[in-house]
């Protein structure tokens, strides 16, 4: 920040792609984990999914933060074709995802949210991403080789399949990496702003 930030953040996050965006923005931080049931209710519509897992992360941390200290989370989905696509639960999983996703648009949506003892605002942001197609071979290497049971759609833009299929983006990347940084960083702002 371009000044002292009046809270000490919490990155309620075990994402490497979150820490090192989070570092790169030059944001001191400490990491807390509070585990949740990542469940989306059917009466919320899969726009409003990442949001509402962002919030139900931070509803985790009520009551035991200071009044100095700011907890950032986040969740990212991805949506193809009406299907809300979360983490692969196995390998079986992520082939269905990854083979859903070849050859089509999709939008990667990451929900953030900033809660305080006294205060919570929660955004979201939406990438259009347009894959070109895959082979069965091409999906199989990149799932033995780099193991995608923790990214949402069962894939990273910055891992070797997202590099080979990612022909263009209409929105942020580092959205799709699962923390849009410029949304973020104008939430801080608008956080002690406001």
């Known amino acids: ?26 944001l001191p931080y400490r990491q807390w984990i509070k585990p949740i049931d990542e469940i989306v209710p059917p009466h919320v519509a899969a726009l409003d999914a990442a949001s509402y897992l962002a919030a139900q992360k931070a509803a985790a941390f009520e009551g035991q933060i200071a009044p100095d200290e700011l907890v950032i989370t ?34 990667v949506i990451t929900g953030v ?3 305080s003892q006294h205060r919570t ?7 259009r991403v347009h894959f070109r197609a895959l082979s069965q071979a091409e999906i199989d290497f ?6 995608p049971f923790d990214k949402a759609g069962a894939y990273g833009a910055q891992d070797w399949v997202g590099m080979v299929a ?18 973020l960083y104008q939430m801080l702002l608008n956080f002690v702003a406001s």
């Open 142 to 147: 990149y799932i033995q080789h780099y193991q």
């Open 1 to 26: 920040m371009l000044q002292p930030y009046p809270y000490r953040l919490i990155l309620a996050s075990g994402s490497p792609r979150r820490q090192q965006l989070l570092r790169e923005l030059g």
């Open 113 to 115: 949210c900033l809660h």
């Open 121 to 127: 605002l929660v955004q979201s942001d939406l990438t």
């Open 74 to 107: 986040a969740d990212t989905v991805v949506i193809c074709q009406g299907q809300l696509l979360g983490k692969p639960a196995d390998a079986a999983e992520a082939r269905q995802m990854l083979s859903l996703l070849a050859g089509q648009a999709h939008e």
């Open 166 to 183: 990612i022909e263009r983006l209409e929105g942020s990347y580092f959205n799709v990496m699962g923390l849009p940084t410029h949304l």
